[in-house]
């Protein structure tokens, strides 16, 4: 399955951006996240949801700045970044987890990359200072 995010550019800091993610068929059950790898870093968690039920997570480092939002109907993933730091630059990428689990995922289940079976190619947000 393929993701397909949208979105990024070059915004000064204090901007705002919003990135959106076109989201498979089935989407009911599963998981969705954002990740990024900023320039010569590792890949981190930034925000995910359950589709399903709606609830958010976020990394400590976006909290109160980014919202992670989805429409069931258009099936689209989004996330709204406001106030953006020149730490913000990365690749973003989204991803989707559909698997059917055994268990209630807890936070840490949302922020693994390696909870995620499918990625979207990326989209670069570059914030000048």
């Known amino acids: 399955v393929q993701l397909q995010a949208s979105g990024g550019g070059l915004v000064q800091a204090g901007g705002s951006l919003k990135l959106s993610c076109a989201a498979p068929e089935r989407t009911f059950n599963s998981r969705m996240g954002w990740f990024r790898q900023p320039p010569g870093k590792e890949r981190e968690f930034v925000a995910a949801l359950s589709w399903r039920s709606g609830t958010t997570y976020y990394a400590d480092s976006v909290k109160g700045r980014f919202t992670i939002s989805r429409d069931g109907v258009k099936n689209e993933l989004y996330l709204q970044m406001n106030t953006l730091k020149p730490e913000d630059t990365a690749a973003y990428y989204c991803?989707?987890?559909?698997?059917?689990?055994?268990?209630?995922?807890?936070?840490?289940?949302?922020?693994?990359?390696?909870?995620?079976?499918?990625w979207g190619q990326g989209t670069l947000v570059t914030v000048s200072s």
């Open positions: 991803a989707g987890d559909s698997k059917t689990l055994g268990f209630v995922p807890n936070s840490a289940y949302y922020s693994r990359s390696a909870s995620y079976d499918y």
